[in-house]
T-cell receptor
Framework: GAGVSQSPRYKVAKRGQDVALRCDPI?????LFWYQQALGQGPEFLTY????????KSGLPSDRFFAERPEGSVSTLKIQRTQQEDSAVYLC?????????????FGDGTRLSIL | AQRVTQPEKLLSVFKGAPVELKCNYS??????LFWYVQYSRQRLQLLLR??SRESIKGFTADLNKGETSFHLKKPFAQEEDSAMYYC??????????FGDGTTLTVKP
């Protein structure tokens, strides 16, 4: 594939609604990461998968945030009962590496706006 | 706690001038160090990684373990270097901590 693909590119939701953001990593990439980027700040780590296993979810801000990667490829980040502070760009990245640190390949992100 | 500091939010230089983007980190262990760049209307992409010791687009980055710094340098800036630059140490688990970025503007 051409690279990491994220959908939708833009999402507008009313406060209290649930949203689901999708990430298609580069084929064969073992690691998958989700980041949240607020305006004027760098990406903040949310969670990390190695294949289908979620190895680190320490960055998820609350139990309203849930991520899965059931077959070790496509991943979904779900946010329940959205709040205005959830408005941000959500970035997905994948890496060929497993346990060893390697460069990450980023998608274009999903810009989420909560009204 | 792991922390990355990029002290300059904005940096402006003239074309042909040297440029240095600063990065200081506070990390346990020995992280792998990366610089990422985001050009206007493009996605975040890898610029260089310390371990490869490459020079990409004329940029180099020197690791100073004593000062825990990983500053990005280029001797002669070009207009096409105008972009947002992020320093990102990465642990063995692959998790990256990003700085808040420096917006570089190279003026003609």
């Amino acid at each position: 594939g051409a690279g990491v693909s994220q959908s939708p590119r833009y999402k507008v939701a009313k406060r209290g609604q649930d949203v689901a953001l999708r990430c298609d990593p580069i084929s064969g990439h073992v690691s998958l990461f989700w980041y949240q980027q607020a305006l004027g700040q760098g990406p903040e780590f949310l969670t990390y998968f190695q294949n289908e296993a979620q190895l680190d979810k320490s960055g998820l801000p609350s139990d309203r945030f849930f991520a899965e990667r059931p077959e070790g490829s496509v991943s979904t980040l779900k946010i329940q009962r959205t709040q205005q502070e959830d408005s941000a760009v959500y970035l997905c990245a994948s890496s060929l590496a497993g346990a060893v640190a390697g460069p990450q390949h980023f998608g274009d992100g999903t810009r989420l706006s909560i009204l | 706690a792991q922390r990355v500091t990029q002290p300059e939010k904005l940096l402006s230089v003239f074309k042909g001038a040297p440029v240095e983007l600063k990065c200081n980190y506070s990390y346990s262990g020995s992280p792998e160090l990366f610089w990422y760049v985001q050009y206007s209307r493009q996605r975040l992409q890898l610029l260089l990684r310390h371990i490869s010791r490459e020079s990409i687009k004329g940029f180099t980055a020197d690791l100073n373990k004593g000062e825990t710094s990983f500053h990005l340098k280029k001797p002669f800036a070009q207009e096409e270097d105008s972009a947002m630059y992020y320093c990102a140490p990465n642990t063995n688990a692959g998790k990256s901590t990003f700085g808040d970025g420096t917006t570089l503007t190279v003026k003609p």
